[in-house]
């Protein structure tokens, strides 16, 4: 599993431009699919399980945070606004690579408080141009961190678990998945960093009675680290709360039950801000039951995100065993 979390998070494919991990998952997921389809907004959708039974949609993302260049000066040097969100912080002296293959380093304009951190505006990208005619980016490109994946054994690190992650866990998930009564659509959303996009058209397309996202979550288990109870190789955590959603209790209850049932650890979790496409599915139509597994990860959107691989692994017997039995909510 570890080298598909390395292929999926070695991807370049910030929110819009999601074609190249989209080719990716699909050729992973196509032998284990009944059906897959791409919808107008680019999600990647799979269908397996029963016909006609529940229907229940599993959705990950699988874009990425990144940046867009919104003005190329005389010298070559690239101005840019953020896909997602990306604090200031986690961008100096980084590096990006363009839809291109361009690579770039990240600079900042010189300020006499070395103290300070720069604002986005007062970042910059350079590719290495000597003049705007020789940089072959333009305005309007858009480019995502550029981090090997590294593994620490039982740690895992790269640059875009949220969400990549999360895909992982749902391909793992119909590898192992024998049957299903349900018929589940495992769907690959796109634009979820900048606003639950994909998702929110995907679960109006496919109308499903139950939905479950998988995605990351936060962590209180670092040095002084906000309070939050969620740590690294405790299990999956279940989400009770976040800063868009209350999971449905009845879906938090069938996932508890089938964590405690399988004797899988896993952890309650109540995130304080931020959300997953769970919420774009609870409130379509005319409302989902919906709910959340989430892989605790340290540092997320920043260009190094750390999973724990057994949470990982926990992640997917977990929701192959919820998805192998009849439910009733
Ligand atoms: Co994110
Ligand atoms: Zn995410």
Known sequence: MKRLIQTLTETFSPSGYEGAIRDVIRKEVKPLAAELRVDALGNLIARKGTKGG??????????????????VDENGFLRFTTIGGIRPHTLTGGRVR???????????????DAGRLPAVDQCFIDIGATSAGDCPIKVGDVCAFERPFLDLGKRLVAKSMDDRIGCAVMIETMRALKSSPHEVYFVFSTQEEVGLRGAQTATFGLDPEI????????????????????????GPAIKIRDGGMLADPRVVDWMIRSAEKARLPYQREVLEGGTTDAKAMQVSRAGVPAGCISIPSRYVHSPSEMVDHDDVQNAVKLLTTMLSKPVEL
């Open 54 to 71: 529940k229907r229940i949609m599993i959705a990950g993302h699988m874009d990425e945070i990144g940046l867009i260049v919104n003005h």
């Open 98 to 112: 363009f839809m291109d293959g361009t690579p770039g380093v990240i600079g900042t304009d010189f300020s006499k």
């Open 211 to 234: 939905g479950i996202s998988i995605d990351v979550t936060l962590t209180g288990d670092t040095p002084k680290a906000r309070q939050m109870a969620v740590s690294l190789g405790r």
